[in-house]
C-alpha cells in the first residue's frame, strides 16, 4: 500500500485554506477562487483539462503510462453568513463566510495533487480532480457532470470534514452516509373576510395549521422505524392587518431522507395531506416541489477499499451515523461507483455556524489519503472484479 508523506505541505496548505477562507464566494460566483486554484495548480506544472466551466477547475495528474480514471472532487464556494471566529484570517467579505468547511476540502485535494505530481511517472491511471462550483445550491455537480468531465472516470471520491470526529479520525460507511434534501412551498388559497365575521371567508391559516399538524404523521405513520425521513415546516407567511382573515397562506420547507424509495412515498403522501386537508376545510391548497440533490449511497466495495487505505495509514476508521444533511456528490454517484467520507477536523460548530472552525492539522491527512487511495484504486481497477 502505497504511503504518501504530506507533512512537508502542511504551512503550504494551511496558507492556501487561508487564503480562501479570508476571500469567500458565493455559488456561481467563484470567479477570484476558480482564478487562485488555477494558480496554485499552474505553479506545480499540474495540468489543467479544458472544460465548460464559468467556475471552477478540472485537472489532471498521470497517464503516462496509461491506465483507468479516478476522479476526486473539492467543492469551491461558501456561504451568505456574516463570520464570528475572530480569526486573523477571517472572511474579509461581509455577510459571506466559509462555513462549511469547502476551503478546507479544496486545500487538502490539491494537496492530494501536489503528492501525486511528485510520482506523475509511477502512477498507472490518471486522476481527475473535480475542483467544483455551486455545492452549495446543488447544482454544481449537474454542471460539471454536463462539461463532460465524468465521461471515463471508473470511480469517484469526496470528502467533506466533520467536527464532531477528532482529527485522525476518518468516517467511512457504505450505502447511505447523506440525505435527499428536498424543499417544498405550500399555497393555501382561501376567502379573505373581515376577522369579525370569519364565517364569511375562507380562513387559510387555520386551513395550513391543520395541513402542517397532519404532515407530521408522515414520519410516525408512513415510514418504516428502521428506514430514516425528516418534514419540517420552516417558515409561514400570511395576512398584513389584525383584523383581517386573508385571501392566502404559503408555507415551506425541506424534507430528508435516505432512500429513494421512502423519498418517493413521502412526497405522495405530502400532497395527498396538503390537498385533501386544505379542502376538508374549503381550501385549495397545492405543492410546488424545489428537488433537491439525492442521497448519497456509497458503493459498498469502494467503501471496503477505502476504509483498507485508511487503516494503512494510521488513520482511525469508524463507521458515522448518516448525516440528514445533504450533498450533490449524490449525483455523480448515479453516474459512476464511488464512495464519500466524513474526516475528522475536532471543529468547535456544526456547519454553517458563524462560528465554524477547522483544525488544520487535518489538512495533510486529507491529502495523503486521497493520494494513497488513488494508488489503491488504480491497482484494484486492474482486477476484474472491480471494472
Avoid at 457532470?145 to 476518518?170: C, M, Q, R
Wanted: hydrophobic letters at 45%; a negative charge.
Amino acid at each position: 500500500m502505497s504511503t504518501f508523506a504530506a507533512e512537508p505541505l502542511y504551512e503550504q496548505l494551511v496558507a492556501i485554506r487561508r487564503q480562501l477562507h479570508a476571500h469567500p464566494e458565493l455559488s456561481h460566483e467563484e470567479f477570484e477562487t476558480t482564478a487562485a486554484i488555477r494558480g496554485w495548480l499552474e505553479e506545480a506544472g499540474i495540468r489543467i483539462a479544458d472544460y465548460p466551466l464559468r467556475t471552477g477547475v478540472v485537472a489532471e495528474v498521470g497517464g503516462l503510462l496509461g491506465g483507468p480514471v479516478i476522479a476526486i472532487r473539492a467543492d469551491i464556494d461558501a456561504l451568505p453568513l456574516q463570520e464570528e471566529t475572530g480569526l486573523q484570517f477571517a472572511s474579509r467579505v461581509p455577510g459571506k463566510m466559509h462555513a462549511c468547511g469547502h476551503d478546507f476540502h479544496t486545500a487538502a485535494v490539491l494537496g492530494a495533487a501536489l503528492l501525486l505530481k511528485k510520482r506523475e511517472a509511477e502512477l498507472e491511471g490518471t486522476v481527475r480532480f473535480l475542483f467544483q462550483p455551486a455545492e452549495e445550491k446543488a447544482k454544481g455537480a449537474a454542471q460539471v457532470i454536463a462539461s463532460g468531465a465524468l465521461e471515463g472516470v471508473k470511480a469517484v471520491f469526496g470528502l467533506h470534514n466533520k467536527p464532531d470526529l477528532p482529527v485522525g479520525t476518518i468516517g467511512i460507511k457504505a450505502g447511505p452516509l447523506m440525505a435527499a434534501a428536498d424543499g417544498f412551498i405550500v399555497e393555501v388559497k382561501g376567502l379573505g373576510t373581515h376577522a369579525a365575521v370569519p364565517e364569511a371567508g375562507i380562513d387559510p391559516i387555520v386551513a395550513s395549521a391543520h395541513i402542517i399538524t397532519a404532515l407530521q404523521s408522515i414520519v410516525s405513520r408512513n415510514v418504516g422505524a428502521l428506514d430514516g425521513a425528516v418534514v419540517s415546516v420552516t417558515r409561514l407567511n400570511s395576512g398584513t392587518a389584525w383584523n383581517v382573515i386573508a385571501e392566502q397562506a404559503v408555507f415551506d420547507g425541506t424534507l430528508r431522507t435516505f432512500d429513494e424509495k421512502v423519498r418517493t412515498k413521502v412526497r405522495e403522501r405530502f400532497e395527498q395531506i396538503v390537498t385533501g386537508v386544505g379542502a376538508a376545510l374549503g381550501a385549495q391548497a397545492s405543492v410546488r416541489w424545489l428537488d433537491g440533490p439525492p442521497a448519497v449511497v456509497n458503493d459498498r466495495r469502494w467503501a471496503e477499499a477505502a476504509a483498507a487505505v485508511a487503516n494503512s495509514i494510521g488513520l482511525h476508521v469508524v463507521e458515522p451515523l448518516p448525516s440528514p444533511a445533504g450533498e450533490d456528490f449524490s449525483f455523480y454517484l448515479q453516474h459512476v461507483p464511488g464512495s464519500f467520507f466524513f474526516l475528522g477536523t475536532s471543529g468547535p460548530q456544526e456547519w454553517h455556524h458563524p462560528a465554524f472552525d477547522v483544525d488544520e492539522r487535518a489538512l495533510p491527512i486529507g491529502a495523503s489519503f486521497f493520494a494513497a487511495l488513488a494508488v489503491d484504486a488504480f491497482a484494484r481497477l486492474s482486477d476484474s472484479s472491480l471494472k
